[in-house]
C-alpha cells in the first residue's frame, strides 16, 4: 500500500486537506534512543524520522525510553549519553530542531524506589511521563501518584485511552484529573492504529475535555506514518479545535 492509499483509503470520513501540525509545536513520548527499548534500530532511522517532524514543523522533540524494573532497565546513565549522539546526528543531518530526552516510567513495583530515590527524568516544567500495565493497575498508584505531586512534578499519564480494563469506568479517569493529573492521547489512538475500542475511548475523552497533550509514541517509521495520516483525521480536527493542547508550553 503507498503512504497516499493509506492516507485517504477511499473513506469519504477523511478531510480533504491536511490539518497543519505546527501550533502543536513539541512533540513528546516517543521512542529514539536506539538499543534501549522497543523503539528505534538505529541512530538513521531516528535521524529520518526527526526530519519528518520538523518537516511537518516541531519545533522541538523530547524522547521517552521505557524505564521499568523488569524489562528496560534504563537511567540517566545510559540515556543521556545517548541523547548528546542523537542531538549530534540531528546536527550533522543540518536540521534546525531541538532534541530533548526524558523517559516513559512503568508504574510497577520497582517504582517506588524511584520515589525514594527522586530519581526521575522529567522534561518542561517538571514534568514525568508515566504509564500503567496494559494488563492491570499497580494497587498502590494513588500513592505514588500523590507522592509525586508532593515532591513537586507534574504527572502527565501517558495514553489513558488504552487502559481497556477502565473504559466501562469513566469514574476512574474522573478521579485522575480531579488528582491533577494530566492526561496524553497518542496519534495512533486516534487513527485506529491499535483497537477501534481505543479510538472510541480517546474519542471519548476528547469530547469531556479531559486531554491535555498530544504524543506520538512513534517506535519507528510506522508510527510516523501514523501521524502523517492523522492530518486527515476529523477527530485530531477536533482535537485541536477544542484549544485545550498545552504541548508547546514545555
Known amino acids: 500500500m503507498s503512504l497516499f492509499s493509506g492516507m485517504f483509503g477511499g473513506k469519504s470520513h477523511q478531510l480533504k486537506n491536511a490539518l497543519s501540525l505546527k501550533e502543536i509545536e513539541v512533540d513528546f513520548h516517543s521512542h529514539f534512543i536506539p538499543g534501549v527499548d522497543d523503539g528505534s534500530k538505529s541512530f538513521e532511522e531516528s535521524v529520518g524520522i526527526i526530519k519528518q517532524l520538523a518537516e511537518l514543523g516541531y519545533r522541538k522533540v523530547i524522547t521517552t525510553p521505557h524505564i521499568q ?3 528496560y532497565k534504563n537511567s540517566a546513565e545510559n540515556i543521556l549519553p545517548a541523547l548528546d549522539r542523537l542531538r549530534l546526528a540531528v546536527k550533522e543531518a543540518g536540521l534546525a530542531i531541538e532534541v530533548e ?7 510497577d ?8 530515590s527522586n530519581d526521575f527524568l522529567t522534561f518542561g516544567q517538571k514534568h514525568v511521563l508515566v504509564e500503567f500495565s496494559y494488563y492491570s493497575i499497580h494497587p498502590a498508584y494513588r500513592e505514588y501518584l500523590f507522592e509525586l505531586q508532593v515532591n513537586g512534578y507534574n504527572v502527565i499519564l501517558a495514553h489513558p485511552e488504552r487502559y481497556s480494563f477502565w473504559h466501562n469506568d469513566m469514574a476512574k479517569f474522573e478521579d485522575l484529573k480531579n488528582r491533577g493529573v494530566f492526561f496524553q492521547v497518542n496519534v495512533g489512538s486516534i487513527t485506529g492504529y491499535y483497537a477501534p475500542d481505543v479510538r472510541r475511548f480517546a474519542e471519548k475523552l476528547i469530547d469531556a475535555d479531559m486531554i ?3 504524543g506520538s509514541d512513534i517506535h519507528n517509521q ?11 483525521n476529523p477527530l ?13 508550553i514545555l
Not at 109 to 116: A, N, P, Q, T, Y
Not at 223 to 230: I, P
Open 69 to 71: 524494573a523488569d524489562y
Open 101 to 107: 530526552a526524558a523517559a516513559e516510567y512503568l508504574m
Open 109 to 116: 513495583d520497582g517504582f517506588e524506589d524511584k520515589i525514594k
Open 212 to 214: 491535555d497533550f498530544i
Open 222 to 232: 510506522k508510527l510516523m506514518n501514523e501521524l502523517l495520516k492523522a492530518r486527515y
Open 236 to 248: 485530531l480536527e477536533k482535537l485541536l479545535n477544542k484549544g485545550n493542547l498545552q504541548n508547546k
